[in-house]
């Protein structure tokens, strides 16, 4: 009997296990909800990155030059050439602003 008393008295190793368990739950909830935010606000500035480089006009154009010899003939000559970067499917049209959990932009003034 005496054995039997002191088993269901001994707790020392049930308390320290349950809490450890009850510690580590919350530590992976909180860093699934942690990486969650990491993911968005990478995703986020990546799309905001997409939307800058579409933006980027690659049109160019060079005039053409002519080299005089000194009677004022031309001695060397190089044509103008260019091109025109014409809008296709993958160029953003404008950057906009994402609404982001209902929050005002403050760059417009509105209070938040």
């Known amino acids: 009997m005496k054995t039997l008393s002191l088993l269901l008295n001994d707790e020392a190793g049930f308390i320290i296990s349950?809490?450890?368990v009850l510690v580590m739950t919350i530590?992976?909830?909180?860093?699934?909800?942690?990486l969650t935010a990491v993911r968005d606000s990478?995703?986020?500035?990546?799309n905001d990155i997409s939307?800058?480089?579409?933006?980027?006009?690659?049109?160019?154009?060079?005039?053409?030059l002519v080299k005089s010899?000194?009677?004022?003939k031309p001695?060397?000559?190089?044509?103008g050439f260019g091109f025109n970067?014409?809008?296709?499917?993958?160029?953003?049209?404008v950057i906009q602003l994402v609404d982001v959990c209902g929050k005002n932009d403050p760059?417009?003034?509105?209070?938040?």
Request: hydrophobic share 35%; proline share 2%.
């Open 27 to 34: 530590g992976v909830l909180a860093m699934v909800v942690g």
């Open 42 to 46: 990478v995703v986020h500035e990546m």
């Open 107 to 112: 760059s417009t003034g509105a209070p938040e």
């Open 69 to 72: 010899c000194q009677n004022g």
């Open 18 to 20: 349950a809490e450890l």
């Open 85 to 93: 970067d014409h809008k296709d499917e993958c160029d953003c049209h």
């Open 75 to 79: 001695h060397a000559w190089t044509q």
């Open 51 to 64: 939307h800058a480089i579409g933006a980027v006009s690659q049109s160019y154009g060079t005039n053409g």
